[in-house]
T-cell receptor
């Protein structure tokens, strides 16, 4: 079935450790996105990528890094520089409309990161 | 700066009732608006996408309308069922400030449909 797969679903990290969240899509979408969701707040964009080997910072990129070596994959690394990493992380993908605007967004099931 | 507001934050209705969820945005220069559903601990599921040139979209018991001039969208759910209980989020694709590559999300409306 076509869709977006995120792993792991739950992840625990000790302070000072880097962790990487996986996101894979088989929808043949050009664009991929990482969002962070905290209670009582809307989704906030961390990074996005419209093409392989290129990505852009979103609103809260500090303490995070990404790569886009393949069209299907967009992993997110939460580094030790992220001061408050405990959150629910959501990966999404979409086609691109004219002028680079995203079409309909499709989301994965999310990864919940807890810092111990 | 584009801001998206959803009121109320929570809503409880008896089963079978028709209901309307509201989404407001401050900048009318949008290219699309999308409604999502989120179940607890899960990702978002796309419900309806309305392009800026459209006035409404329908899917089954759901109908979404868009009025750019007033900065409003509504999601109408007919004959609500307990399975409709979830958080409903709207997201606006905005060209504000030249940033066309992201959506601005509201904080959602938590809907509970009582059997």
């Amino acid at each position: 079935d076509g869709g977006i797969t995120q792993s792991p679903k739950y992840l625990f990290r000790k302070e000072g450790q880097n962790v990487t969240l996986s996101c894979e899509q088989n929808l043949n979408h050009d664009a991929m996105y990482w969002y962070r969701q905290d209670p009582g707040q809307g989704l906030r964009l961390i990074y996005y990528s419209q093409i392989v080997n290129d990505f852009q910072k979103g609103d809260i990129a500090e303490g995070y890094s990404v790569s886009r070596e393949k069209k299907e994959s967009f992993p997110l690394t939460v580094t030790s520089a992220q001061k408050n990493p405990t959150a629910f992380y959501l990966c999404a993908s979409s086609t691109l409309l004219l002028a680079g605007a995203p079409g309909e967004l499709f989301f994965g099931e999310g990864s919940r990161l807890t810092v111990l | 700066k584009q801001e998206v507001t959803q009121i109320p934050a929570a809503l409880s209705v008896p089963e079978g009732e028709n209901l309307v969820l509201n989404c407001s945005f401050t900048d009318s220069a949008i290219y699309n608006l999308q409604w999502f559903r989120q179940d607890p601990g899960k990702g978002l599921t796309s419900l309806l996408l309305i392009q800026s040139s459209q006035r409404e979209q329908t899917s089954g018991r759901l109908n979404a309308s868009l009025d750019k001039s007033s900065g409003r969208s509504t999601l109408y759910i007919a004959a609500s069922q307990p399975g409709d209980s979830a958080t409903y989020l709207c997201a606006v694709g905005s060209t504000y400030g030249g940033a066309t590559n992201k959506l601005i999300f509201g904080t959602g409306t938590l809907l509970a449909v009582q059997p």
